[in-house]
C-alpha cells in the first residue's frame, strides 16, 4: 500500500516494481503515470508536498499493476499527445507514434508548398491523428479522413470535435465508396499497416498484445497496403497531386519502387526525429 507517500517516494517505489517486472524504461511509466494520475508535470514531482489519499494510492497501484503486465501507459490513460493534440485511444486505435508526427509535419510542409489549402485525404486515420494535425494546423486545408473501424472512427470524430479541427470522416475500406473525391485530392496521406505477418509476433508486447493487429499488419511482406494504395488511389488524385506515406524501417526504397512500376513518380525519403527514413514521398503526374 502507498497510502500517505509523497509523489516522488511512490514514483521511487513503482519504479522498482516496474524494474522488477522486466518493463522497459521503469522510471519514465512511473512518473508519467503518477503526473497524470495528480495532474502536474512530471518536473514537479520531488516538489509536490501532498501525500497520496487512499484512492490516489489505489488507482496508482492497478495502474503501475497493469504496465507490469506490459501494458502501454497510453492504453492505462486511454489517450495519448501527438504533435499539439490530446487524443482519446480505445481498443480499435493504433496508439500514435511519435515518429509519425514527422510524417503529418511533411504533409504540412508540402501542403505550405502548394500555397495553402487543397483537399487532404487521410486513409486509414485510426485516432485521427495525422487528419486532425492537419486540419488544425492548417485549417485552410480541407481535410478527409477514412477508416475500416468504425469504433476508431467514433474515437477520431470525438478526437477532431475535442481538438476544433474540421475533419471530414468516411467508414471506408481504403479509397471504397469515395466517389465524391474523384479527381478532387491534392494532398493523399497515410499511416497504413505495414509490418510483415510473419515479424508481428516478435514485436515488443506493448505492441503485439495491446494494438489492433489489423493496424499492424501489412501482409506477408509488409508492402500490401502501399500497392493497394497505388493501385486504387489514383482514380481520386489531381494531377500533380502529393502523396505521402508513412513506412517501416527497410521499406522506403522499396514503396517508392512499388510507386513508380505503378505510375507514380517518386520524390524521396524523409527521416524521423530519430533518423530513420520514416516518410516516403511520391507525386502523381496523370
Ligand atoms: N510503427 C508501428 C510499430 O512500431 C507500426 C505501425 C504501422 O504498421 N503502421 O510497430
Request: proline share 6%; no cysteine.
Amino acid at each position: 500500500m502507498q497510502t500517505g507517500l509523497r509523489a516522488r517516494d511512490a514514483a521511487r517505489r513503482a519504479t522498482r516494481e516496474l524494474q522488477e517486472a522486466g518493463v522497459p524504461e521503469p522510471g519514465a511509466s512511473a512518473e508519467i503515470l503518477i503526473s497524470e494520475l495528480l495532474g502536474i508535470r512530471r518536473g514537479e514531482i520531488s516538489l509536490y508536498e501532498p501525500p497520496l489519499d487512499d484512492e490516489q494510492a489505489r488507482l496508482y497501484e492497478a495502474w503501475i499493476e497493469r504496465r507490469s503486465n506490459r501494458e502501454p501507459v497510453q492504453r492505462i490513460l486511454g489517450r495519448a499527445y501527438f504533435r499539439n493534440l490530446v487524443l482519446d485511444l480505445n481498443e480499435e486505435t493504433l496508439i500514435p507514434r511519435p515518429d509519425t508526427e514527422s510524417v503529418a509535419g511533411s504533409a504540412i510542409e508540402i501542403i505550405d508548398r502548394r500555397g495553402g489549402g487543397g483537399v487532404v485525404l487521410d486513409v486509414g486515420t485510426g485516432s485521427g491523428a495525422v487528419a486532425i494535425s492537419i486540419a488544425q494546423e492548417r485549417p485552410s486545408a480541407t481535410v478527409h479522413a477514412t477508416d475500416l473501424s468504425k469504433k476508431a472512427l467514433e474515437a477520431a470524430e470525438r478526437n477532431a470535435g475535442e481538438n476544433s479541427a474540421a475533419v471530414h470522416f468516411h467508414h471506408a475500406d481504403l479509397f471504397d465508396g469515395l466517389a465524391i473525391l474523384e479527381g478532387a485530392v491534392d494532398l493523399l496521406v497515410s499511416n497504413p499497416p505495414y509490418v510483415e505477418a510473419g515479424a508481428l509476433e516478435k514485436l515488443a508486447p506493448e505492441v503485439r498484445d495491446w494494438d489492433p493487429r489489423w493496424a499492424l499488419d501489412g501482409g506477408p511482406d509488409g508492402l500490401l497496403f502501399y500497392r493497394r494504395i497505388f493501385e486504387e488511389a489514383p482514380p481520386l488524385l489531381k494531377d500533380g497531386a502529393d502523396v505521402v506515406l508513412e513506412v517501416g524501417d527497410g521499406q522506403g526504397e522499396s514503396v517508392l519502387d512499388l510507386g513508380q512500376d505503378a505510375g507514380f513518380v517518386p520524390l524521396g525519403l524523409r527521416e524521423d526525429l530519430a533518423g530513420s527514413p520514416r516518410t516516403a514521398l511520391l507525386r502523381w503526374d496523370g
